[in-house]
């Protein structure tokens, strides 16, 4: 009889030659743990989704409720669903003005091509600005915008009018015309490793699209509920974009995602033509009563207070001679590394020694960690000893 693995080689389609291949049976807390039993720390939360833990009992009652009245009824946009208007209604109400309508999609990557569509009809132009080593998603609008040639340039032709501009880089702005639709940036620069760029850089950006009219869209989609010390983190730059992403953690463990605007930019969609952004299960009733159960949580436990503290812990006990710098903005890390070769080989030993990491995707010589948000003082020390025993094992110890 074929093993799980083989299966899982033969019959589900591979992103890559050398998938982690972990086979998880339950996970609880900050833990997963294998077929064997073995436990691992998560350290990456799914990447940057598991911000409650696994399996949060909030969640799992909400999930659970919700699934015993109704799961799928309509279409998204027909019925109302009670999930999805607590939903917009409780994530609004966190949000600044004028950042008050709240379209529900499946996906990040979604919730990036709503936005694109959104600000084209609603600006009337076709030109979009991002940044390099930007990552709003993998559809082909989002791609479009993705700053890295290697991962887009077999996928060619994409659309047109798309120019990415230096992140964090005052000069580059007056790229930013009256010709551009609008502006896509991440408020951290997560695939790129971590990049936090100034508060004052920001404003500038914000300055700029007001100048030309541009609408600004802030993805928010690893940055948000919480991550970065603050609900979302534009609470902390003190920059309202037009459009707003979240995703990810956004979930609670469940796949959504959402763009937001104000009434009147995601008013484009309603007429010519009508139905002007679809979906079959965008705000399917599930993920939303786990997303509103995890943001209840965050917030009723101020869980984002926590966050700076955390980050501060990790940093202290992240000291280690292989260790060139450590970016972060709250519980987004990036340990940097000399190359990806010596990366790989901590991660597979992290692994042996029960803890999950990874890299970054155009930066694959740092360290990804972003645990879940409820991670303990004892767990991080545990989990930073873990790296430490790593780091001497591949460098040597020196
Ligand atoms: N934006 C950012 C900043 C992301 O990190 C991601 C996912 N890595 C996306 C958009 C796309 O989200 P999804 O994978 O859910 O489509």
């Known amino acids: 009889m074929l093993s799980q693995r083989s299966l899982f080689l033969q019959h589900v389609a591979q992103t890559s030659n050398s998938p982690m291949g972990l086979e998880i049976s339950r996970a609880e807390g900050v833990y997963l743990y294998d077929n064997a039993g073995k436990r691992y720390i998560d350290l990456i939360s799914g990447i940057n989704v598991s911000s409650l833990g696994h399996c949060h009992p909030s969640i799992v009652e909400a999930v659970q409720q919700q699934a015993a009245l109704y799961m799928h009824t309509m279409v998204y946009g027909e019925f109302i669903q009670t999930p999805q208007v607590e939903l917009a209604k409780y994530v609004t109400a966190l949000l600044p003005e004028p950042l008050n309508t709240v379209y529900f999609t499946n996906s990040g990557t979604e919730a990036t091509e709503g936005a694109m569509k959104i600000a084209k009809r609603f600006t009337g132009r076709t030109d979009f600005i991002s940044f390099t080593h930007s990552y709003h998603g993998s559809t082909q609008g989002a791609l479009s915008l993705l700053g890295d040639e290697y991962f887009k340039s077999n996928y060619r032709p994409l659309l047109p009018g798309v120019r990415h501009i230096r992140y964090n880089t005052l000069e580059d702005l007056s790229h930013i015309s009256s010709n551009t639709a609008a502006v896509f940036m991440e408020l951290v620069q997560a695939e790129a490793g971590v990049i936090v760029p100034d508060d004052a850089y920001l404003k500038a950006v914000r300055a700029r699209c007001n100048e030309t009219g541009t609408l600004l869209v802030f993805d928010e989609i690893q940055t948000g509920c919480g991550r970065t010390g603050a609900m979302f983190r534009l609470e902390t730059v003190g920059v309202v974009p037009d459009i707003l992403?979240?995703?990810?953690?956004?979930?609670?463990?469940?796949?959504?995602?959402?763009?937001?605007?104000?009434?009147?930019?995601?008013?484009?969609?309603?007429?010519?033509?009508?139905?002007?952004?679809?979906?079959?299960?965008?705000?399917?009733?599930?993920?939303?009563?786990?997303?509103?159960?995890?943001?209840?949580?965050?917030?009723?436990?101020?869980?984002?207070?926590?966050?700076?503290?955390?980050?501060?812990?990790?940093?202290?006990?992240?000291?280690?001679?292989?260790?060139?710098?450590?970016?972060?903005?709250?519980?987004?890390?990036?340990?940097?590394?000399?190359?990806?070769?010596?990366?790989?080989?901590?991660?597979?030993?992290?692994?042996?020694?029960?803890?999950?990491?990874?890299?970054?995707?155009?930066?694959?010589?740092?360290m990804r960690i972003a645990p879940p948000l409820i991670i303990s003082e004892d767990q991080i020390i545990e989990s930073c000893s873990i790296i430490r025993e790593a780091l001497d094992i591949v460098y040597g110890n020196r």
């Open 245 to 366: 992403l979240l995703g990810k953690s956004f979930g609670g463990g469940l796949p959504l995602a959402c763009f937001i605007a104000r009434k009147e930019v995601m008013g484009v969609i309603q007429q010519n033509p009508v139905l002007g952004h679809i979906t079959t299960f965008g705000g399917n009733a599930l993920c939303c009563s786990a997303a509103l159960a995890s943001l209840r949580v965050i917030k009723e436990q101020q869980l984002y207070s926590a966050v700076v503290e955390k980050a501060k812990l990790f940093r202290e006990h992240l000291q280690h001679p292989a260790i060139h710098k450590i970016t972060n903005c709250g519980l987004m890390m990036a340990v940097y590394l000399d190359n990806f070769n010596h990366l790989k080989a901590v991660i597979e030993v992290c692994l042996e020694k029960g803890l999950v990491t990874d890299w970054f995707l155009f930066a694959d010589n740092c």
